[in-house]
């Protein structure tokens, strides 16, 4: 028995060597795992809070000796109505910690689901009773020019779980790995085994046998989505207040890109090596930065544009749209017609570069 179970160990490993892109890839794709996380956070510390400011604060003042802290993130907020009400909406869906307007005493909204707003509400008042009673005793102190603690604001009563701002994000996750994956890999695998070979040999043309494979793979990913999200329904009872039409145009228009992407990566590989490392390079760095898990508001500049070129982040804010905000069919019309254009032109490129063998 050892000695069949060596021969497959043996064959098995001088068919990985033996595949001179797959290895290289395998040794490669670690160090740009590596160089694409220092190009994302910066090689800095993380800031743990993100904290909105509306106007600038004294200096020397509390409020200001309490933004100070290296573990806070300061990220300023035009004086206007509109810029005011969007950073309140912020801290309802979790994109900011804290929302503080510097004035005397300061003001500050907090989502009170958010368990980091509690954590920096508290340090807040803490920074205020310390300037109040210096000396730890409740009493009226009169050298100091604060009178009162801050206010306190709920965002708007509209305050939504991690939960219900983190599923849109899942689904769209989800619509990615299993299109990726779904044509990717599994065209490599046909190509490997010899079926296109066969195929080839029919009248089957590329185009054809490309479009089949799309056609199969977003049924599968719509049914999955459809599951995964009735299932989020009985468990969690997320919002949705928007059009349900709207919401699967959308995903439909996203799983169509990602299979389109994919078939696009297979279209000449021969491994499954190669293909799996060159999809986890496409996947992860939009795993990262289209506001799946955290909200990429404060993070660095190079993340925020790298963000907005990423098919994903179209997919997710416009879930989001749908499901928190309420937009219908005409709203998210944009980023539907986005997707689809990318659709297309991934279609033509896979088209173009689509080999049997």
Not at 29 to 38: D, G, N, Q, R, S
Not at 70 to 85: F, K, L
Not at 277 to 295: C, E, K, T, Y
Request: charged share 15%; proline share 6%; with cysteine.
């Amino acid at each position: 028995m050892w000695g069949r179970i060596y021969a497959i160990f043996i064959a098995r490993n001088r068919e990985f060597y033996r595949d001179s892109a797959g290895l290289i890839w395998n040794l490669i794709m670690p160090v740009m795992m590596i160089a694409a996380f220092a190009f994302i956070f910066d090689g800095q510390q993380q800031a743990l809070f993100k904290i909105g400011v509306i106007g600038a604060p004294a200096a020397d003042s509390p409020l200001a000796n309490f933004l100070v802290k290296p573990q806070i993130n300061v990220i300023s907020v035009v004086d206007e109505r509109a810029a005011i009400e969007g950073a309140i909406q912020k801290v309802e869906r979790h994109q900011l910690d804290l929302l503080i307007e510097a004035q005397s005493p300061p003001r500050y909204w907090l989502n009170p689901q958010a368990s980091q707003a509690s954590i920096l509400e508290e340090l807040l008042l803490a920074q205020y009773r310390l300037a109040l009673h210096p000396t730890g005793i409740p009493t009226a102190n009169p050298n100091s020019p604060i009178t009162a603690l801050p206010r306190r604001q709920l965002a708007d009563g509209l305050a939504l779980s991690y939960a219900d701002w983190a599923l849109p994000g899942v689904l769209a996750m989800n619509v990615m790995f299993s299109s990726l994956w779904g044509v990717g890999w599994v065209v490599v695998r046909y190509r490997k085994n010899g079926v296109l070979r066969r195929l080839k040999a029919t009248p089957l043309r590329p185009m054809e046998f490309l479009i089949a494979q799309v056609l199969s793979r977003l049924i599968v990913v719509l049914g999955a989505s459809a599951l995964v999200y009735a299932g989020a329904y009985f468990l969690l009872d997320p919002p949705m207040r928007g059009s349900y039409l709207a919401l699967i145009a959308l995903y439909a228009a996203g799983a169509l890109c990602m299979i389109s992407l994919g078939l696009t990566v297979a279209a000449r590989l021969k491994t499954e090596e190669l293909a799996d490392g060159l999809l986890n390079l496409l996947s992860w760095p939009m795993l990262l930065l289209s506001g799946v898990w955290f909200s990429m508001e404060g993070a660095s500049t190079a993340a925020q544009a790298m963000s907005r070129v990423m098919p994903l982040t179209y997919l997710v804010d416009g879930a989001r749209a749908v499901m928190i905000d309420g937009a219908g069919l005409l709203d998210v019309l944009p980023r539907i017609a986005l997707l689809l254009g990318l659709s297309l032109v991934l279609m033509g490129l896979a088209a173009r570069l689509f080999r049997w063998e």
